[in-house]
């Protein structure tokens, strides 16, 4: 019964999906849909253009965190659904199919947590703010996709909701690298130079 417990696949869980197509391989974070007793709908990342013209058939390696658990089942494309919500069509695994993993072995925790982002350039005059998601965590850093461009290489602040904690958390990090430009989604690496200790305790019990 605990096993079928940690094993289940709600809608709105936050899953990694690990690509392979030929020689390339790619890894997005994402989120599951609709869930019925033969399939599971894994929403296509906004930011990452093309994948949509997947074929059927490709390999999917979808892991997700249950429980304090990393876990991971292999699958494949079976449709893609396109509309306002565009998501892939993967067939749901058995329970006894899906594998737990080293979580120490995984840098970052797949999820999507809401938040607020501000950033003031060279010129003080110079302020942004917009609205966004973290679509992955870890005690260094994260993967932030928000709805207006930010800059490269400054300082930004953010506030979000995380866990047990009441009140909003804010932290002071720094935009490293740009991953992706596709108006409206921008994505970008964060890495954090100053977070609140509470939070930094709870981070690191939920990621190990």
Not at 24 to 51: H, N, W
């Amino acid at each position: 019964m605990r096993r079928r417990s940690i094993t289940r696949i709600d809608p709105g869980q936050a899953v990694r999906v690990r690509l392979r197509t030929g020689a390339s391989e790619r890894t997005l974070v994402s989120y599951v849909v609709r869930v019925d007793s033969e399939f599971l709908e894994i929403a296509l990342p906004l930011d990452e253009p093309g994948l949509a013209a997947l074929p059927p058939a490709s390999p999917l390696e979808v892991s997700f965190l249950k429980q304090g658990l990393y876990l991971q089942f292999h699958s494949c494309i079976e449709a893609c659904v396109k509309g306002e919500r565009p998501a892939w069509v993967v067939r749901r695994p058995e329970p006894e199919r899906i594998e737990t993993v080293n979580r120490r072995g995984q840098n970052r925790c797949p999820l999507k947590i809401a938040v607020l982002c501000h950033q003031v350039g060279p010129e003080s005059t110079q302020t942004k703010w917009s609205k966004g998601y973290l679509m992955d965590l870890s005690t260094g850093g994260a993967r932030l996709v928000c709805e207006e461009p930010l800059l490269s290489h400054s300082p930004l602040s953010l506030e979000f909701y995380f866990g047990q904690i009441q009140e909003p958390v804010f932290v002071q990090g720094e935009v490293v690298r740009q991953i992706s430009q596709h108006p409206p989604h921008y994505g970008y690496g964060v890495r954090f130079q100053s977070i609140p200790e509470q939070f930094r305790e709870n981070l690191v019990e939920f990621l190990y």
